[in-house]
């Protein structure tokens, strides 16, 4: 620690009531949540049967998700961060598009997207539209372009040397990447996958549009929120939220106990 | 044997133009020059990290201008070492041998032959991590010499180093050099590694190399 004046202590104070006051508001929301049910309903939503084959559903797919996000998350995150090519820009440009679209509006594309000839080839080999690889689909149409910001800041944040040092040893780029790279940006993929599963684990708006809240067949836990609530049933609403809620810490804490433990 | 025939590069905001030098075969050449005049890029070039804008790069008498740095077979050893994360020393010393697709026996032997010469055996099993700046700087240069490079392209290896450290690695580089025979190019700042190592002096000055003395082992 270092000797503080009083210009310095007045300068943390400003930055501490700031941090506190973020703080304060998302530990609130999380105290209402927990102080407004009881275990009883939470337990009621898991006795019921269309809750839980909802909270099935989202984990299965936010799992899912995640998993395909990271898998393109890498190549393409690598990529522009050690090559330059013509319409660089505007490749980066159209893969933030999912992060600033409206939900709601990425939901609607893909049902377009869905009905042209190029969509339909598809659903006559794979029904997508109102079944569940729509889930997936609208999750990952979002999850990925997060994951993508991350591992492309993981990769421009680790030294480019030792790869091409690599080089030099008669490695090809292939297996710099593997061998050199690839091992030094664990950390930045599990961040990666960990975003995009709580990305796709809370995304609705998209697959509302282009899934339905159908029960028992396209109903994940926030069109459980969405239901319960549009039946007045608040209760049940809170419930399920909570659920998401110690899914997602349960997740967060369990990568941060694998990310301090192995030496990435 | 390192040759460079009217080499154009991008250096900074500038362009560099027609820098022409030689280093004769099994010499060890020091290159000084200003900060930012190009010195690192000049290995980067040699080693194929980067493209001139013409001219031409010879080693050995082949041209190289266009051929991949894994092609080129040079050792090369960056200014901080640039180990890799996560692998052992060993690991590291043996790299080259294992993307060749080496036999195993093989590679064994030659990074124990290796980490003998340089020293640094009892550190086969470390990790980057916890390495003082000297033994970094060994396992880089084992790590590039492994393969048997004909020409060694060294940039500030010892410029990082305590005043002590640096004279067991100039000695240690001068071994090297008598026993391998491998022609280098050492970039540096210091006058007095200069003295110690070279038998060529090259100096980069106003975008041009220009020989300052010579004691050239093959003259």
Redesign the interface.
């Known amino acids: 620690m270092q000797p503080k004046d009083n210009k310095d202590r007045g300068f943390l104070l400003f930055l501490t009531l700031f941090a506190g006051l973020y703080v304060a508001l998302i530990a609130g929301m999380l105290f209402a949540d927990a102080t407004y049910t009881t275990p009883g309903h939470l337990l009621e939503a898991l006795k019921s049967e269309e809750i839980r084959y909802a909270a099935k559903l989202s984990l299965t797919t936010a799992t899912i998700t995640a998993l395909l996000s990271v898998w393109f998350a890498i190549p393409i995150g690598y990529l522009l961060s050690r090559t330059n090519f013509t319409g660089k820009a505007l490749v980066d440009g159209i893969l933030d598009i999912p992060i600033v679209l409206p939900p709601m509006v990425i939901g609607l594309s893909l049902l377009i997207l869905f009905q042209t000839s190029f969509g339909q080839a598809i659903e006559s080999v794979l029904p997508v539209t109102y079944r569940i690889p729509s889930i997936i689909i609208a999750q990952f149409s979002v999850s990925c372009a997060f994951a993508i910001r991350t591992m492309r800041i993981t990769f421009d944040q680790i030294s480019e040397r030792p790869e091409q040092v690599a080089l030099t040893l008669g490695a090809s780029r292939a297996q710099a990447f593997w061998r050199v790279t690839l091992p030094q940006a664990g950390a930045g993929a599990l961040s990666a996958g960990l975003l995009a599963w709580a990305r796709a684990l809370g995304e609705f708006g998209p697959i509302l549009v282009f899934s339905g809240a159908t029960r028992m067949k396209t109903e994940v836990l926030p069109s459980t929120v969405f239901l319960e609530l549009s039946t007045g049933n608040l209760e049940a609403a809170v419930a399920v939220s909570l659920l998401m809620v110690i899914a997602a810490i349960t997740v967060l804490v369990f990568a941060r106990a694998i990310g301090g433990r192995r030496s990435w | 044997m390192i040759q460079f025939e009217s080499v154009s590069l991008v250096q900074g905001a500038h362009h560099l133009t027609g820098i022409t030098f030689e280093v004769p075969e099994g010499d060890y050449a020091v290159l000084m020059g200003p900060t930012g005049c190009g010195k690192t890029s000049v290995l980067e070039l040699i080693?194929?990290?980067r493209m001139p804008l013409s001219g031409k790069i010879s080693l050995e008498g082949k041209d190289v201008t266009k051929l991949?740095?894994?092609a080129?077979?040079?050792?090369?050893v960056?200014q901080?070492g640039?180990?890799?994360?996560?692998l052992t020393v060993g690991e590291q010393v043996g790299?080259?041998l294992r993307?060749?697709k080496r036999p195993e026996e093989e590679i064994k032997a030659r990074v124990i032959l290796i980490t003998d010469m340089l020293g640094i055996t009892h550190l086969l099993n470390r990790r980057p991590?916890g390495l003082s700046g000297g033994e970094r700087q060994r396992v880089?240069l084992g790590?590039?010499l492994a393969?048997g490079p004909r020409i060694l392209c060294l940039d500030e290896p010892i410029s990082a180093l305590d005043e002590d450290l640096r004279a067991d690695m100039c000695s240690l580089l001068k071994k090297v050099h008598a026993e391998t025979g491998v022609t280098a190019l050492h970039v540096t700042h210091s006058e007095s590694e200069a003295r110690e190592l070279a038998t060529l002096h090259l100096r980069f000055e106003s975008g041009s190399i220009r020989e300052v003395h010579s004691r050239s082992t093959k003259s």
């Not at chain 2, 080129?72 to 090369?76: A, H, L, P």
């Not at chain 2, 640039?82 to 996560?86: R, S, V, Y």
């Open positions: 080693c194929g990290l991949s740095p894994a080129r077979g040079i050792g090369y960056p901080d640039a180990l890799f994360p996560g790299f080259s993307v060749r991590e880089a790590r590039a393969f």
